[in-house]
């Protein structure tokens, strides 16, 4: 069974922090993986998504890079506002996933940051 | 990628009734999906909506308990039915058009039943 795990569960950093958020997975055969943001409450908004051929990607002070062979993906974040405060998903297309083609979650990173 | 407008954004219901939720997407989208996400926990797949067919539910949900339609590329709807205090979760709706491309999300339906 495919799972996607990340750590920590929480993390609380002063503002202008860079900080890391970790995903691993458990099969090294995916299509892709994807970071998420979501509010208290609210839908999922799209942040980066990495291609299995591709290293990393980067979207203004994000930076998500993906390593498929040992099954990890960190997420990147420079100079952390408080406007960062939310939880990040991070989601697997697994190639074994059939047709469907859906996304595998992990439980998400609840992310604080201070001012 | 594609905007999704999903609705109710929130509801309160009691036992025993039913609720639909709909998703419009604003352009011709090949996937759909209906996730829950129940309080403080993370996204679980309910079921792949099939334009004009059946849809796929994963291990756990069934098509009497979350009756799915999808009647063309741009709508969809999930039913709770019979709801009971544990159906009390976030609904959401996601697309994409394929296995690599982005998935997009709904803004999900908060669902209270007393």
């Known amino acids: 069974k495919q799972e996607v795990t990340q750590i920590p569960a929480a993390l609380s950093v002063p503002e202008g922090e860079n900080l890391v958020l970790n995903c691993s997975f458990t099969d090294s055969a995916i299509y892709n993986l994807q970071w998420f943001r979501q509010d208290p409450g609210k839908g999922l908004t799209s942040l980066l998504l990495i291609q299995s051929s591709q290293r990393e990607q980067t979207s203004g002070r994000l930076n998500a890079s993906l390593d498929k062979s040992s099954g990890r993906s960190t997420l990147y974040i420079a100079a952390s506002q408080p406007g960062d405060s939310a939880t990040y998903l991070c989601?697997?297309?697994?190639?074994?996933?059939?047709?469907?083609?859906?996304?595998?979650f992990g439980s998400g990173t609840q992310l604080t940051v201070l001012p | 990628s594609a905007v999704i407008s999903q609705k109710p954004s929130r509801d309160i219901c009691q036992r025993g009734t039913s609720l639909t939720i709909q998703c419009q997407v604003d352009s011709q989208v090949t996937m759909m999906f209906w996730y829950r996400q129940q309080p403080g926990q993370s996204l679980t797949l309910i079921a792949t909506a099939n334009q004009g067919s059946e849809a796929t539910y994963e291990s756990g949900f069934v098509i009497d308990k979350f009756p799915i339609s999808r009647p063309n590329l741009t709508f969809s709807t999930l039913t709770v039915s019979n709801m009971s205090p544990e159906d009390s979760s976030i609904y959401l709706c996601?697309?994409?058009?394929?296995?690599?491309?982005?998935?997009?999300f709904g803004q999900g339906t908060r669902l209270t039943v007393v």
């Open positions: 996601s697309g994409r058009q394929g296995q690599n491309t982005e998935a997009f």
């Open positions: 989601a697997v297309t697994f190639m074994s996933s059939g047709s469907a083609r859906q996304l595998t």
